[in-house]
């Protein structure tokens, strides 16, 4: 430290010193009247920029004052290290010495931070190509270098700083790292506590000691920044728990002489735990104090609980928020008694003045269209400010699915008391994506799907698709469009032309085929904020071409009703989704049921399908998730139930441990056909990955699935169902979905085919 200050000292003064030649050398020269300026010693700035800054034109007198005021001027320019004036005659000479360029910026020895990154933060600071070498300003660029290894818990990495000159008053400049080893925890103590154990303490905390996935979390590397949190971590328990009076008295951090090992002491002082003896309200409520107590999440005579008191103020200011409110201040406020160990919590609120909303803006939303966000806002510019409508408008734009995080932020107008602006922050996702799924068994050993999709097709929030299933049993071609405000009010259309291919799952090398060739049209009527009303109809064409192995189910079809069908059928269905997020649902439930007529052609038939989600945040990180799912087909017209419109169960997204549609009938050949009665039920308890905090795209999870499908002459009975239990991933990478689950059946019968690996992959553009 005291070396940088000598040269920062050394190099202050050689500048004033300069400066000072420089101005005796300028007041050396008499006054006279400037009939040229001429300019010596310029390399690459041009000489406009010297005759620009000067304070002095042709025609004018010179003298002391303005000779100094121009040296100054071109200084402050940062391209020289020398500025001279001299006269020749009635002549001005500028002599100058320009700094060196920076020709090129490296790294070398850095490998925990990314050279492309290290080069763009110092091209932000000014040391980049081409541009002026200065000093102290890579003297400071080496100081943050160092700062930022620091962060790392690189404690023993130095950076030198290697100045080059090359040819035409060029420099190169290298940064040298020598980053060393990592100063890992090796020990963490708590130190005053006496209600709670220290290991339940440290089980808290993020940062520990290491363990077998510190490779990967890297929890025991040392910052001050995870130490922060994790001290609010520990008061938060407490708080949590009626320690209201709880304190972090002080922490030391010890780091050894080898600077690579650290060790970490937090000194606490509990205090009392307090019952609350009661809740009280006070201030003005609207002459609504009924509706505010029943927000009330305080619970009188259990400890005291900082979260529930949280919740209670929020609560209470959205209720303020919803008649127009923006402002309410809304305080807690504790009336200890403290030879009872009791509290007293009074709800003080105050909702000032009420507010409306003068411009909404959207920010972040690089390709996405303005309106495709403003279109799903419900609280509109120059209306009342209401919490509610502003919460179900956030909750639809995350329900697009084109981002990642959805934010508004309320801000105060200067000069405006009675009026707010609405900032919709977004972040946005890839919606473009190349899919790939997978399944793999010692049957079939891998088959894939492909699809190209587009959610968000050149930022109009239109749907493109174009899906190619090329698995060993399933070919599909599907084109699809969805436009979700075909009209203004919000009428969705949706096209779809397909052409599918379809053999049994388990076939032994037959050749026959399946063929359904078709076209359709959809429309999605809003009702509500949740609903949604689908209708539409369609023309399809499905054709049984024999050959080897093919199952009797379809033979048997096609000599009572021919190789060829026609359907014309007619959809309604209606869906409900009030989730938090398509992307990565937290709370909420969602509900679909489609419905399918044929009331032409060949296959006259009924179908339907039911689904039902429920999502319930058990906390900040635990999900409970349940999917429900019923499916019923029934024949018309004396006719059988077409075998071509069977529902089929089995692998991801069903029944999952077992291959992939083999539940349910088979016929004489061991053939699956599937059915026209489906039940599917799925339970799953979703968590954050170990190590990669609250992040809702990386998920872990643990699910069981029960479900089977019926033939027509069945009945439904648990007796028969299937059930499966196992652990799986989910990431939503940057790159794209990705789903694995291993499953192990714990109810299966004599013949079921098992799949216990199971995964789904894809790629984003």
Same mark, same amino acid.
């Given at each position: ?124 600071? %000014? ?33 030198? $700083? ?151 103020? &929020? ?113 946005? &996702? ?56 075909? $009209?203004?009010? %919000? ?26 060739? %078709? ?160 039940? $599917? ?85």
């Amino acid at each position: 430290m005291k070396k940088n200050i000598q040269r920062f000292g050394v190099r202050t003064a050689c500048a004033v010193a300069a400066m000072i030649f420089a101005a005796q050398a300028a007041w050396a020269l008499e006054p006279f009247k400037v009939q040229d300026i001429r300019v010596e010693g310029l390399q690459r700035v041009e000489p406009g920029t010297i005759f620009a800054s000067m304070p002095m034109r042709v025609g004018d007198d010179y003298n002391d004052e303005k000779g100094a005021t121009a040296i100054r001027a071109l200084f402050a320019l940062g391209l020289f290290k020398d500025v001279r004036l001299e006269a020749n005659g009635n002549v001005l000479v500028v002599v100058v010495q320009e700094r060196p360029t920076i020709a090129d910026v490296e790294f070398a020895g850095s490998r925990e931070f990314d050279k492309d990154a290290l080069k763009k933060s110092m091209r932000d600071i %000014g040391l980049t190509d081409g541009r002026p070498f200065d000093k102290a300003l890579a003297d400071r660029a080496e100081q943050e270098l160092k700062r930022q290894y620091l962060n790392k818990s690189f404690y023993a990495a130095d950076v030198v $700083t290697t100045v080059t000159p090359i040819e035409r008053n060029r420099v190169n400049l290298t940064f040298t790292v020598i980053e060393g080893a990592p100063a890992r925890i090796n020990d963490i103590r708590i130190v005053g506590n006496k209600a709670f154990s220290e290991s339940t303490l440290k089980g808290l905390l993020e940062q520990d000691t290491g363990g077998w996935l510190s490779w990967y979390t890297k929890s025991d590397r040392y910052a001050r920044s995870k130490l922060n949190a994790d001290l609010e971590t520990l008061r938060s328990y407490y708080l949590q728990r009626g320690y209201l009076e709880f304190r972090i008295d002080s922490t030391q951090v010890a780091i050894s002489p080898n600077k690579e090992s650290i060790s970490v002491t937090v000194n606490v002082s509990e205090g009392e735990r307090y019952v609350v003896s009661g809740v009280q309200l006070e201030g003005n409520y609207l002459d609504r104090e009924d509706e505010f107590k029943s927000l009330v999440k305080i619970v009188p005579g259990e400890p005291c609980n900082a979260d529930q008191v949280t919740e209670t103020t &929020k609560a209470f200011s959205d209720h303020f928020s919803n008649f127009g409110f923006a402002f309410a201040r809304v305080e807690a406020v504790p009336e200890i008694d403290r030879p009872n160990n009791r509290v007293n919590l009074v709800v003080q609120a105050e909702p000032s003045r009420r507010a409306y909303v003068r411009r909404i803006s959207v920010a972040g939303n690089n390709r996405t269209r303005d309106e495709v966000v403003r279109r799903e806002f419900r609280q509109f510019e120059a209306s009342w400010y209401d919490g509610d409508k502003i919460k179900l408008s956030r909750d639809r734009v995350d329900r697009l699915g084109y981002f990642t995080d959805v934010n508004v932020e309320t801000q105060e107008v200067p000069g405006a008391p009675d009026q707010v602006d609405l900032l919709i922050t977004v972040a946005e &996702k890839p919606t473009g994506s190349l899919q790939l799924g997978a399944g793999f068994s010692s049957a079939e050993k891998v088959s894939l799907s492909f699809a190209i999709k587009q959610e968000n097709a050149f930022g109009s929030g239109n749907y493109l698709g174009v899906e190619v299933n090329t698995s060993k049993y399933r070919r599909t071609l599907v084109f699809s469009t969805t436009n979700p405000y075909f $009209t203004a009010d %919000g009428v969705s259309r949706t096209l779809d032309v397909y052409y599918r291919t379809d053999k049994p799952y388990e076939d032994q090398g037959g050749n026959y085929e399946l063929v359904t060739k %078709g076209a359709s049209i959809r429309f999605g009527v809003p009702f509500s904020e949740t609903d949604t009303v689908f209708f539409g109809g369609g023309m399809e064409q499905i054709s049984i071409k024999p050959g080897t192995n093919i199952p009797a189910a379809y033979l048997n079809y096609a000599d009572r009703f021919g190789y060829n069908s026609t359907a014309v059928p007619l959809t309604i269905g209606w869906s409900r989704d009030n989730r938090d997020s398509a992307l990565a649902p937290n709370a909420g439930r969602y509900q679909r049921f489609n419905s399918e007529w044929s009331v032409a052609g060949d296959a006259r038939y009924v179908r339907a399908n039911y689904q039902y989600q429920q999502y319930v945040p058990l906390n900040k990180k635990f999900t409970l998730a349940f999917n429900g799912e019923l499916g019923l087909g029934k024949a018309m017209n004396n006719r059988p139930f077409p075998v071509f419109k069977n529902f089929y169960s089995g692998g991801l997204g069903s029944v999952r441990g077992f291959d992939q549609g083999t539940l349910g009938p088979r016929d004489v050949t061991g053939a699956s056909l599937g059915g026209p009665k489906k039940v $599917t039920l799925n339970a799953e308890l979703m968590a954050p990955f170990p190590g990669a905090g609250n992040d809702r795209t990386l998920r872990m999870f643990t699910f069981v699935d029960v479900g089977n499908v019926y033939g027509d002459d069945q009945k439904i009975t648990f007796n028969d169902m299937r059930a499966s239990a196992g652990v799986g991933l989910s990431w939503i990478s940057p790159l794209g979905p990705l789903r694995i689950a291993f499953a192990q059946p714990i109810r299966k019968f004599a013949g079921d085919r098992i799949q216990k690996l199971q995964f789904q992959i894809g790629t984003s553009f």
